[in-house]
């Protein structure tokens, strides 16, 4: 079954703080997407993880790829109250084309 | 570049009625175009996948002839909610691909209300 698990699924944290949002998944896909929504808004790209080792950063966040391990992580430094949002990640399956397995997504509150 | 647009961005309708949402690609040929919807709370689900001038493919579970969709060019897909209930109240998301490559372009969302 293609599984895409994203953790925590909930997440309060103080400004200044750093953190990590952890995304594991099934298939062999080895593009891994971030976005961010803020509430009643669309999707919003962060990253697109190519390869394994990949890792992008943009500002507080940097995210990063390990596709031995399925695995990327959505690292937040210094975390301040515009980062509030909640965070998805996917994976995509290129026979379908390109359809996209959803995780569950991260709630992230950052209180000042 | 790479722009998509939904219309209407929220709509109110009445139970039994059916609701017409666009999707566009503003600045490209989307030669696929993917319907998700999102309750509250909750990740998106895909609905159905688009290919210009073919019939959709739809998930399991996904009534087609509840949810109909259209992608007759290759800048507008449509989707319509027929003889729409309150549990079809919902976030409809659509998304835009170009050619064989692998990036998925988000419209902004539709919010229906059914009452």
């Known amino acids: 079954e293609l599984k895409v698990e994203q953790n925590p699924l909930f997440l309060s944290m103080q400004e200044g703080k750093n953190y990590t949002i952890y995304c594991n998944y099934s298939?062999?896909?080895?593009?891994l997407y971030w976005y961010r929504q803020d509430p009643g808004k669309s999707l919003e790209s962060l990253f697109v993880l190519l390869s394994n080792g990949a890792v992008k950063q943009e500002g507080r966040l940097m995210a990063s790829l390990d596709t031995k391990a399925r695995l990327s992580t959505l690292h937040i430094t210094a975390a301040v109250h515009d980062l509030s949002a909640t965070y998805f990640c996917?994976?995509?399956?290129?026979?379908?084309?390109?359809?996209?397995?959803w995780g569950a997504g991260t709630k992230l509150i950052i209180k000042p | 570049g790479a722009v998509v647009s939904q219309h209407p961005s929220r709509v109110i309708c009445k139970s039994g009625t059916s609701v017409k949402i666009e999707c566009r690609s503003l600045d490209f040929q989307a030669t696929t175009m993917f319907w998700y919807r999102q309750f509250p709370k909750q990740s998106l689900m895909l609905m159905a996948t688009?290919?210009?001038?073919?019939?959709?493919?739809?998930e399991q579970g996904v009534e087609k002839d509840k949810f109909l969709i259209n992608h007759a060019s290759l800048t507008l897909s449509t989707l319509t909610v027929t003889s729409a209930h309150p549990e079809d109240s919902s976030f409809y998301i659509c998304s835009a691909k170009k050619g064989l490559r692998y990036e998925q372009y988000f419209g902004p969302g539709t919010r229906l209300t059914v009452t």
């Open positions: 688009s290919n210009e001038g073919s019939k959709a493919t739809y």
């Open positions: 996917a994976v995509d399956i290129p026979d379908s084309n390109y359809q996209l397995i």
């Open positions: 298939t062999t896909s080895d593009r």
